[in-house]
């Protein structure tokens, strides 16, 4: 237990990290934002879900229904967006790497592809079942 929530916790450190490389990241700024907003998003639907209420991804086990089909009919879209920012961020890394960026840019595209990646895992371990 104590392992799931440090993850959840460093994701959301992770979080916070990104709106620091919003501000300091000289190349491509509106790719930091839509990672970041793709974060957000996902982190507020996780946090409503599982952290707040005490919802369970699978149904019979859900306290309130409600919650379940919120996720449920989210997991798709997040899914989707979570994994995108992912390889972006992977290959925006990637091409920094390569064109040999100062180490200040690299840490901040590595912020980006920390957060997520923790932003897949958290929504894509959870898929919701009946």
């Known amino acids: 237990m104590y ?3 440090s993850i959840y916790l460093f994701w959301l450190l992770l979080l916070l990290g990104s709106f ?3 501000a300091k990241l000289k190349v491509l700024k509106f790719f930091a934002v839509l990672i970041l907003i793709a974060g957000l998003f ?3 639907i996780f946090s409503y879900v ?6 369970s991804s699978v149904a019979q086990l859900s306290e309130r229904k ?7 009919d989210f997991w798709i879209p997040l899914s989707f967006l979570s994994l995108i920012s992912l390889v972006s961020c992977l290959v925006y890394f990637l091409v920094r790497l ?11 595209v590595l912020v980006l592809l920390g ?11 959870n898929m919701p079942d009946a």
Request: charged residues 10%; proline residues 0%; aromatic residues 16%.
């Open 66 to 72: 409600d919650l379940w089909s919120l996720w449920f």
């Open 115 to 125: 957060q997520s990646a923790l932003c897949a895992y958290h929504v894509i371990s």
């Open 3 to 5: 392992l799931a929530w």
């Open 50 to 55: 599982f952290i707040l209420n005490n919802g």
């Open 20 to 22: 620091v490389v919003v």
């Open 98 to 108: 390569i064109k040999r960026d100062n180490v200040e840019q690299l840490v901040y």
């Open 42 to 44: 996902s982190c507020g």
